[in-house]
């Protein structure tokens, strides 16, 4: 990919040509390579090295036109230019996109986790890795007859934001990632499956026993199973799980959506209690366990730690420059550029808000079912109703005991899970997407047989 | 007689090939061949690229006003290279010899070859002839002759406003069109040089309407695969009432009681019930990863005798319909299973040549960052001998599945799906909406309790995501009864 300063050339002087005096620019290039494996040997590998940018064009009559391209020569930035400029003449005549007012903010240092960069592993170490890895969970339990889906990535991404009034961004960063999945096959007995992910700045940084432990002690643990009652449950949601949900339902607090009337929530929402006092929720870029974190959004805002639950009260929406105008507030940096400005998290941290009157623990619990991983949520969440019927892994917890359930699925509706939280535990847990403990909610809908 | 002369590897840097920039056509022929010959002198058993242009744009219109008009252009190439049973895939954008070049060394290296020395002889490949679908069926004309944007903009203002007309307790609503143009060129050292351009469109209803606390959330989708005048002909009005109509019944519909229930799924998108919890069974990516139930299962009973299912490429201008895959084979139909006997399982080249079961034209990909795999194309139940009303009168108390959600399979062959628009079948008639339903079941369980089909086959566009990236489908089956299916509820 041509450098950031090539393009900014490009960009100026092919803008001049065509009488462009306003545009911005955001791109980004991928170097990514990944391996899967199979019984031992190497199944498929893959490698790709892509760049790709976004122009905004506005006309003589201040209307905003895009357009996306992969050819960041001059040819092909000259054509996307001519788009966008041609796409201005449809562009939006209310609300229409302005360049961020903190496009040229100074970025607040950080905990090192952006514009850094590991180098890449050769393929052949990660395949070694993999194959030593999917090994070593054959090994782990007899049942495990095999690993069908399985990978180890490693992506460099180099990022830019920069536009006509001079602002110019750039960051690189990387980052490594692992999943194993495994099957198990048993004489008279279903298959099961069951696995674990793990993300980190390099191969190097990536906690692979940690991945392999827990892969193998879940498949383990799934290995008896018993169909569960359809009924009425007490749920534990496992951090990822309530993650999933938490990002299902991201319209709460979406301020894009609120505007667009596509949210639960309107703008009057703001200060109401939308939780159990027990919850708290960040949106926080600069996480010091959000790996590859990004110090800007598409529009060049500075990423930052946004409150939005504050002991149940929702505290703030995430913001694009347009939404935070619009409602006489600051961006958020959680925009990405398109022709219609999009706005969505960047990484959760769920945490305890008002202390509990009551502590829960799984090792005493009877009759709970905690939910490990939620499924399908592509389909089976209504995210403009607020409801949703999803399948999930997980155990029925009997005299502190897990039993895996067969095939269930769990219903219910996301504020009646906010207000029925009756305990946000203490101990934090990483996942892909954000930081959360296990979260207990009162009372929900199983149906198992 | 002169033989002619191999080209050496130390002449590659003098070469200066000329090819058209804008246009996958027979000037590729001399470049592709030489990077061809390179990778098998380099020792690898079969190296394909496939060359991808993309002009692609959506727009939306959100109440009265249109909200975004979105033009992406791109292009980019990928390189296979085969040995023994593995493969790698390396994709760039770089569509320069050079680049092309770095991008087979690189897929090269990763399978442990090397570019040959200085004074190796490099192999020709005789391409085929060029097969260009594009020019053969008059192709080359399709993105000139579709929608211009100021169109779009009209049309989805109009369709918009009769939206509004129909529907009441509206909170909002949006119409979205897009425009997937692709010309896309597939070279290997198996000889197959192919050329085609596929126009894909797609335009719908996306309507939210709430009173108080209820609320009701519909869409609907058409598609197109050949129509550049898809988007001028579309029957936004009929669109518009079924639409407006659906979010009226089930604004104030009751949550389904969870339990376990005879259902009848309606023809067209109910098709989705086979796609996620058959059709990816028998996709041969299935097999390779030991993930389906069938894999030693052809020419056994499978499924209810009174089920028959094909999966082909070659209807008029349905969703998944292609001319070509993207290995470069013409597309096919495909017997999948034949009053409840396994017939054929779904193949790409590496399918092919790990599992043994033969191509079926079903190599599909998103686009050149992803190596093709066996997915599937228009796949749908054939239809039955039943009447519709057989089969609500053969049920007592039940579902109508009317218009169907997404869905997924695991990799224990658990399937889902949601139901968007249901209603309580009691007594053999349809009695009040139900909303909130998720079906679960496992496949080699329900297609034994698929006993009755209508003859009243519908076909539906859909997008289907998997290994090889996001591809358009086509479902579709005629009204089903499943003797019994779990459904999740409140």
Redo the contacts between chains.
């Keep these: 990919m041509s450098n950031i300063t090539e393009i900014a050339s490009y960009a100026q002087s092919t803008a001049q040509k065509l009488g462009i005096k306003k545009f911005d620019i955001y791109g980004s290039t991928v170097d990514e390579t990944s391996v899967q494996v199979d019984q031992g040997e190497p199944q498929q590998m893959k490698a790709s090295n892509r760049s790709g940018v976004t122009v905004r064009v506005w006309n003589g009559d201040h209307l905003v036109g895009v357009t996306s391209t992969t050819d960041v020569d001059p040819i092909g930035l000259e054509l996307a230019l001519k788009t966008a400029q041609e796409a201005s003449a449809f562009g939006v005549k209310d609300n229409v996109p302005d360049f961020s007012p903190e496009a040229t903010a100074t970025i607040a240092p950080t905990h090192g986790g952006a514009s850094d960069r590991i180098p890449q592993a050769d393929v052949s170490k990660l395949l070694e890795t993999l194959v030593d890895a999917e090994k070593q969970l054959l090994a782990a339990h007899p049942a495990i007859a095999g690993v069908p889906y399985n990978g180890l990535a490693q992506r460099a991404i180099d990022r830019f934001y920069l536009n006509s009034d001079g602002a110019m961004r750039h960051e690189a960063h990387s980052y490594a990632s692992l999943y194993l999945y495994t099957k198990t096959e048993e004489e008279g007995r279903k298959p099961r499956s069951a696995g674990a992910f793990r993300v980190g700045t390099g191969l190097e940084k990536l906690d692979i026993d940690g991945c392999l432990k827990e892969a193998a002690e879940k498949t383990i643990s799934h290995l008896n199973y018993e169909k569960v009652k359809t009924g009425k449950y007490r749920v534990v949601f496992s951090p990822e799980a309530f993650l999933s949900l938490l990002g299902a339902f991201s319209n709460l607090y979406n301020a894009q959506s609120i505007l667009d009337k596509q949210s639960l929530s309107t703008p009057d929402s703001l200060n109401c209690a939308i939780a159990s006092p027990l919850l708290s929720v960040c949106d926080d870029a600069l996480h010091p366990d959000n790996v590859g974190a990004e110090t800007f959004d598409g529009e060049g805002t500075p990423t930052r730690r946004v409150p939005l639950i504050t002991n149940g009260i929702l505290t703030s929406f995430l913001h694009s420059a347009g939404t935070a105008k619009r409602m006489n507030t600051e961006p958020t940096g959680n925009a990405s550029m398109g022709a219609k400005v999009t706005v969505s998290p960047n990484f959760f941290h769920v945490f305890p808000g008002e202390a509990a009157t009551e502590d829960y623990s799984l090792d005493t619990a009877d009759n709970v079912i905690l939910i490990d991983d939620l499924s399908a949520l592509h389909a089976g969440v209504q995210a403009l109703q607020g409801s949703f019927s999803l399948p999930f892994d997980g155990w029925l917890i009997k005299d502190g005991k897990r039993i895996s359930i067969e095939s269930a699925t769990v219903a219910g509706d996301i504020r009646e899970v906010l207000n029925s939280i009756i305990y946000v535990e203490k101990e934090l847990e990483f996942t892909g997407s954000g930081v959360a403990p296990r979260v207990w909610v009162n009372e929900l809908s199983v149906t198992g047989e | 007689m002169q033989a002619p002369t191999l080209l050496i590897s130390k002449e590659l840097p003098s070469l200066n090939y000329t090819y058209a920039p804008d246009r996958f056509d027979e000037t590729w022929e001399a470049p592709l061949s030489t990077l061809l010959g390179l990778g098998r002198a380099a020792g690898a058993d079969l190296i394909e690229f496939f060359l991808e242009r993309v002009n692609y744009i ?1 727009c ?1 219109a ?1 109440d009265d ?12 190439a990928g390189v296979r290279v085969f040995r023994g ?9 770089d569509l320069s010899f050079n680049g092309l070049k770095a991008a087979l060394e ?2 090269l ?4 070859l090397q570019l040959p020395s200085a004074n190796a002889f490099i192999p020709e490949i005789h391409l085929e002839l060029l097969r260009d679908y594009a020019t053969k069926k008059s192709k080359e004309a399709w993105l000139g002759n579709c929608s211009s ?2 169109e779009m ?1 009209d049309v989805l203002l109009s369709a918009n406003g009769q939206l509004a007309q129909q529907a009441t307790h509206v ?2 609503r949006r119409a979205v069109y897009f425009r997937d143009w692709q010309e896309v060129l597939v070279a290997s050292s198996d000889g197959t040089f192919a050329r085609d351009i596929r126009l894909t469109q797609s335009v719908g209803y996306s309507l ?1 309407c709430a009173d108080g606390e209820n ?3 519909i869409n609907k989708r058409v598609g197109s695969t050949s129509d550049p005048n898809f988007l001028r002909t579309w029957k936004y009005s009929t669109d518009a009432r079924e639409v407006a109509e659906s979010a009226a019944k089930m604004l104030y519909a009751e ?1 389904v009681e ?3 229930y005879p259902i009848v799924m309606a023809n067209e998108f109910g098709g989705v019930i086979f796609h996620e919890a058959c059709g990816h069974l028998l996709e041969t990516t299935q097999i ?4 389906t139930p069938f894999a030693e299962k052809k020419g056994e009973k499978i499924a209810h005798e009174n089920l028959t299912a094909w999966d082909e490429g070659i209807t008029s201008d349905a969703f998944g319909t292609i001319d070509m895959d993207d290995e470069g084979m013409p597309a096919q139909r495909t017997l999948l299973i034949e009053n409840g006997i396994l017939k054929n399982f779904i193949s790409d080249r590496a399918g092919s040549m790990r599992t043994g079961h033969p191509r079926t034209g079903s190599g599909r990909r998103q686009g050149f ?1 992803f ?1 093709a795999a066996s997915r599937m194309r228009n796949t749908y139940i054939a239809p039955g001998t039943f009447s519709i009303d057989e089969l609500f009168n053969s049920i007592e108390k039940g579902i109508y599945c009317k218009k169907m ?4 399979v ?5 399937f ?3 139901v968007d628009e249901a209603y309580l079948i009691e007594n053999g008639k349809i009695t009040k909406p139900l ?4 079906l ?1 079941g ?1 496949a080699t369980e329900i297609m034994d309790k698929i006993s009755m089909c209508s003859n009243d086959l519908g076909l539906a566009a859909g997008f289907c995501g998997s290994v090889s990236g996001s591809v358009y489908v086509t479902v579709g089956q005629p009204h089903i009864k499943v003797d019994s299916i ?5």
């Design positions: 959506s939306m959100e006003a249109i909200t975004s008009i979105s033009p992406r252009l791109s292009t980019g049973k593995a493969d790698c895939y390396v994709s760039t954008n690189k897929g290296s990763i399978m442990g944007m100021r903009g909170q909002s939210l609320r009701s959330s949550y969870s339990g376990s390779e990863r030991k993930t960052t190596a959600g997404g869905g997924s695991g990799p224990t062959g658990q889902n799906f949601a909303k909130g339903a998720t679960i496992e779990t459904v999740g509820g409140r």
